[in-house]
T-cell receptor, first 113, second 114 residues
């Protein structure tokens, strides 16, 4: 079945460092891809998405490009802030009739001042 | 615009008991889905309700059941609780049940089974 694999955390960075969180997927069809962020004690917030190959999703300085050839959707940010500390989830949604999302296990990002 | 709200925020139950969790969907949304997030894991899809009918289900046993009401709010019921049911339960609503409708998540209910 469809699945998502993320790099394990925690990822610890200093403020203003460059961030990459790797995400690869396995899917039989042509999924849409997402990054969600979860701050402590809160639910999930959509960070960005891409619905087809070569699309780039971007939001709040974060970017990710849908790479069909490598089945990847890596999250990047050029300069992280302490406020970016959270758990980041990569997810896919297949082309089926429901809104079912398949999530990776999440990557904890800790940014130190 | 009112977001997705869930109640209660925390709950402690004993193994074998039954629990009901509640979710009010975002205004104008007619689709609700439920996810289980175990500690240190990503959320797992339980099921989705569209216009009061279940229209998708994940790999969860029948003791996980749900309802959606005419106002599109929803309940998740879990019978015969097991220790492994301890998790954060997330509700998400969307404007339609189709694959292109963004999901809006609530803050979840933390269930502890002892």
């Amino acid at each position: 079945g469809d699945s998502v694999t993320q790099m394990e955390g925690p990822v610890t960075l200093s403020e203003e460092a460059f961030l990459t969180i790797n995400c690869t997927y396995t899917a039989t069809g042509y999924p849409s891809l997402f990054w969600y962020v979860q701050y402590p004690g809160e639910g999930l917030q959509l960070l960005l998405k891409a619905t087809k190959a070569d699309d780039k999703g971007s939001n709040k300085g974060f970017e990710a490009t849908y790479r069909k050839e490598t089945t990847s959707f890596h999250l990047e940010k050029g300069s992280v802030q302490v406020s970016d500390s959270a758990v980041y989830f990569c997810a896919l949604r297949d082309g089926g009739a429901t809104n079912k999302l398949i999530f990776g296990t999440g990557t904890l990002l800790a940014v130190q001042p | 615009e009112t977001g997705v709200t869930q109640s209660p925020t925390h709950l402690i139950k004993t193994r074998g008991q039954q629990v009901t969790l509640r979710c009010s969907s975002q205004s104008g949304h007619n689709t609700v889905s439920w996810y289980q997030q175990a500690l240190g894991q990503g959320p797992q899809f339980i099921f989705q309700y569209y216009r009061e009918e279940e229209n998708g289900r994940g790999n969860f046993p029948p003791r996980f059941s749900g309802l959606q009401f005419p106002n599109y709010s929803s309940e998740l019921n879990v019978n015969a609780l097991e220790l492994d049911d301890s998790a954060l339960y997330l509700c998400a609503s969307s404007g339609t049940g189709t694959a292109n409708s963004p999901l809006h998540f609530g803050n979840g209910t933390r269930l502890t089974v002892t």
